[in-house]
């Protein structure tokens, strides 16, 4: 645990509008690397507003939010990215470039005009790892959404690829497996939970509370933009909770042989 | 370099056409002719002597006019290019957004109702007037466009393509009346700014267009790798560590000054900026970089071909260069359009 709370990424009294509407109502939470984060919350509860505010897209709110210690602030665009990546849901990209230019866009931050060998370097890597080398000359208009993700996944790990001098790296994603077939909702968070052990911070939104039990080391739970509850998974996801969030009525059941709960709702 | 052979293959491209271009008109010019006149000009004495009026010819209309060619056909390509990736939409070009008629708006005012005021008070004061005023009626005509049709950092291209068509329709009846009441026997008739023409080309147009189209395009490589982040979407392009405000007003500053000092010189030439990066794009690439190099060669190559033909096709008589990149280009926008729909029911090629 060394060190570990020095890296951390701390929300501090959030509070966000739009018009009249309170979005967020006065956040506060952390997140540790080393540690997969996740946030739930019924759909208008603010989870994606709240990882906007974090990752710097959104910038007219009350309250701060610090990246190991040093307050984020409008400016810092070009050198948050270097160590601070971000996979949306889904992305707009609907031009014909090769599966290898999309994921060089992750090295954009490091380079300034011609990519360097190492950033090839980095590319090549990242590609191998997810096994995506065979699709590396592909359209990526051809690709299927599974792989579309993944290629963004891939763009996301090169950006965030070296460990800074100072200060760790940031993984944040917003609903990253929502349109997946289950099939790539588990890599997903398999590699999810392998990056976290290489003492990135990784938080994501997410909804499926099964998955979040099985892949989560702390989660935070929001309703109507607040906090109600931050803990580790199996003592935020209780019948309880799950109630006053969804109204519907649950159960927790454990098996033998699963080191994690099973949730299962409207019974 | 994955590019170099088809950098190559467009340098020799253009090479060959401006080579034939120079040749071919209402009167011919021989290759002999052009190296003796191309010596004299470098300051050398070739001991066979050649027709004055032949060298005349060359130096003095052939050779600035397909110079100016280039320069056009470059800047209104690469124009396309940029375009085509701030709207992250395929189908945009400067006629399309009000930049052409924007510019030649402005141009047109300067050259009617400034004329009188400012060429007499100072002829330096009324050739500057001429493509700053073009500049700034271009960047208008192209900020109502990009303002109406995007909302939240996204650009609806039904809204753009219709305020695209009220705008150019604006500009072009400002325009229209200006050339309607023009008095000067001077003053450039409406079919020059709608249609265009090269037949007026200059060294002094030459070197201005040339100096401002290379200043951009060098500009705008500096911006490709930004420029390949925003088709990701401005968030994203955010999360990449770029500021897509900035970048969306520089790129639009860049694009029009290229745009405007090409139309207030040969008028609105339409298709070239559509259909250059279009091309392009038939290489499976979208890399803005390749984009922005294959254009400004492309462009100068297509262009260059263009005015060829409108001046021999009804040699002696010269036909405006806006009704052979029209009738070109106009049925290659309709195949783009059929590969589009063709694309959606695969998957979304252009989407």
């Excluded at chain 1, 209780?238 to 098996?255: A, E, F, N, V």
């Excluded at chain 2, 209402?26 to 060298?55: M, N, W």
């Excluded at chain 2, 690439?285 to 033909?309: E, V």
């Amino acid at each position: 645990m060394n060190g570990r709370e020095g890296f951390m990424l701390e929300v501090q009294n959030v509070s966000f509008r739009i018009g009249k509407r309170l979005i967020l109502d006065t956040v506060s939470t952390s997140f540790l690397p080393g540690n997969v984060s996740m946030i739930i919350g019924p759909n208008g509860s603010g989870k994606s507003t709240l990882l906007k505010i974090i990752s710097n897209e959104l910038k007219r709110y009350s309250g701060s939010i610090s990246y190991g210690g040093k307050i984020l602030t409008a400016g810092q665009h070009s050198s948050l990215a270097k160590r601070r990546a971000v996979l949306a849901q889904h992305s707009e990209l609907s031009f014909p470039l090769t599966v290898e230019e999309v994921v060089m866009m992750g090295r954009y931050p490091h380079f300034k005009v011609q990519p360097t060998a190492h950033d090839q370097l980095v590319v090549n890597q990242v590609l191998e790892e997810l096994n995506m080398t065979r699709l590396r000359f592909q359209n990526y208009l051809t690709l299927s959404g599974g792989e579309k993700q993944k290629t963004h996944f891939a763009r996301a790990l090169a950006q965030i690829r070296e460990v800074p001098v100072e200060g760790c790296r940031y993984l944040l994603l917003d609903e990253p497996i929502a349109s997946l077939d289950l099939n790539y909702q588990h890599e997903f968070l398999r590699m999810a939970r392998l990056l976290a052990s290489d003492n990135i911070v990784v938080v994501a939104v997410i909804h499926d509370l099964n998955l979040a039990l099985q892949y989560a080391d702390h989660i935070v739970a929001l309703h109507h933009g607040k906090v109600i509850a931050d803990n580790k998974p199996q003592q935020v996801i209780t019948p309880s909770l799950i109630d006053s969030m969804y109204g519907l009525k649950s159960r927790i059941l454990h098996t033998d042989n699963l080191p994690f709960p099973i949730l299962v709702t409207n019974v | 370099m994955k590019f170099g052979s088809i950098y190559l293959c467009l340098g020799i491209g253009l090479v060959i056409s401006v080579l034939l271009s120079i040749r071919a008109g209402a009167v011919d010019v021989s290759y002999r002719e052009i190296i003796i006149s191309l010596a004299k000009a470098c300051g050398l004495h070739p001991a066979t002597e050649i027709d004055r009026i032949q060298e005349g010819l060359f130096m003095q209309i052939r050779l600035p006019r397909v110079l100016l060619c280039v320069a056009v056909g470059a800047g209104l390509s690469v124009s396309g290019a940029l375009m085509q990736a701030l709207f992250r939409n395929p189908i945009v070009e400067p006629g399309l957004i009000g930049t052409s008629a924007g510019s030649a708006f402005g141009a047109a005012l300067v050259f009617v109702a400034g004329r009188t005021l400012f060429i007499e008070l100072s002829p330096v004061l009324g050739a500057l007037i001429l493509p700053c005023s073009a500049f700034v009626f271009g960047l208008l005509s192209t900020l109502i466009v990009y303002r109406l049709s995007s909302a939240a950092g996204k650009v609806s291209a039904a809204t753009m393509i219709l305020v695209g068509i009220a705008v150019n329709a604006v500009a072009a009846s400002g325009t229209g009346f200006l050339s309607y009441i023009a008095r000067d026997p001077q003053a450039r008739s409406i079919t020059f700014w709608s249609l265009g023409t090269f037949s007026g080309a200059d060294w002094p147009s030459v070197y201005l267009v040339g100096a401002v189209t290379l200043v951009c395009i060098l500009a705008a490589l500096r911006f490709s790798k930004s420029l390949n982040a925003l088709l990701l979407g401005e968030e994203e392009a955010g999360y990449l560590g770029i500021d897509p405000d900035k970048l969306k007003m520089r790129i639009l500053l860049v694009n029009t000054a290229m745009v405007a000092i090409a139309t207030s010189v040969v008028g609105v030439i339409g298709f070239v900026g559509l259909i250059v990066p279009h091309l392009l794009r038939l290489f499976k690439s979208a890399d803005n970089r390749f984009l922005i190099i294959g254009s400004a060669l492309l462009g100068g190559i297509l262009m260059t071909a263009a005015d060829m033909l409108s001046r021999v096709l009804l040699a002696p008589a010269e036909l405006p260069i806006g009704i052979v990149t029209a009738l070109v280009g106009a049925p290659v926008f309709l195949w783009i359009l059929g590969r589009q729909k063709s694309g959606e029911r695969k998957g979304g090629f252009y989407a």
